[in-house]
């Protein structure tokens, strides 16, 4: 309990000293429609809040996560309730104390011994992991971040860019991470020391902003398939002579 209570006044020390602060992103359907939301509200005692829901052609998820961060960026505790894509219940949590990590689910359970820094996996959460995530790897330039339960994720930056929007330009970088499922996954972020997410586009499908900046979806969405025609098929060579070796 020691350790515990440590650690998370650790978390709301480092989250603390950046203030309370409410991020609020949009969700559009490809035609332009708003379909949905995510707010992330950090407390000035480190807790993050995330409430994220959209509904496209009926279905979506609808989710509530409470977390807090290790000093290293990657999470101590997190817990997520609500709904998946398609109803099913969903009830999460994991915790980190000292080299210990744990984690329930409704459908699994389970925990090992970790040493050093290591980033949990949620089977349903937000986009709001990714940014967390984006942000840790930011702080270990050239390094990989060990996955919980299993694996590794790596990123880095394929493009980057001025958007503007109501007489404000923001500059921001398309990156991709590997090492979660079988493809790169690609995220629109800040720039800067402690970037976050800026942007999810899914080209011909929805795409999720920054509230006041989706008219910026099209450029993005542009760049990015720019930025794929480029990137995948080395990766993909890559990935066969790392296979081959």
């Known amino acids: 309990m020691k350790t515990l209570l440590a650690l998370t006044l650790a978390a709301g020390l480092a989250a603390g000293a950046h203030g309370a602060e409410t991020v609020r992103y949009d969700v559009h359907a490809e035609n332009g429609k708003r379909i949905g939301e995510q707010v992330v509200e950090r407390a000035d005692d480190g807790l993050v809040t995330v409430r994220f829901s959209f509904k496209n052609n009926g279905r979506g998820p609808d989710l509530t996560e409470q977390f807090r961060l290790a000093p290293d960026g990657t999470l101590a505790q997190y817990a997520v309730r609500g ?30 011994s970790v040493s050093g820094a290591g980033m949990y996996v949620p089977l ?6 990714a940014s967390i995530a984006i942000a840790a790897l930011a702080a270990r330039p050239g390094a990989s971040l060990a996955l919980l339960p299993s694996g590794a994720l790596t990123q880095r930056t ?38 976050q997410l800026f942007a999810v586009v899914y080209p011909g ?3 999720m902003t920054e509230q006041g900046w ?10 990015q398939k720019l930025a794929e025609k480029r990137f995948l098929p080395n990766w993909l060579a890559a990935c066969s002579t790392s296979s081959m070796a």
Do not use: C
């Open 205 to 207: 499908f929805m795409a």
């Open 83 to 112: 709904n998946s894509t398609y109803g099913a219940v969903v009830d999460e949590h994991f915790e980190r104390v000292g080299d210990r990590a744990s984690w329930h689910s409704t459908s699994e359970t389970g925990g090992k």
């Open 158 to 195: 394929l493009d980057v860019l001025d958007v503007a929007s109501e007489g404000q330009t923001r500059t921001v970088q398309l990156i991709a991470q590997t090492g979660l499922g079988l493809s790169p996954k690609l995220f629109w972020a800040t720039t800067g020391a402690r970037p």
């Open 124 to 129: 349903n959460g937000s986009f709001e992991t």
């Open 214 to 223: 989706s008219g910026s979806v099209k450029l993005l969405a542009a760049r």
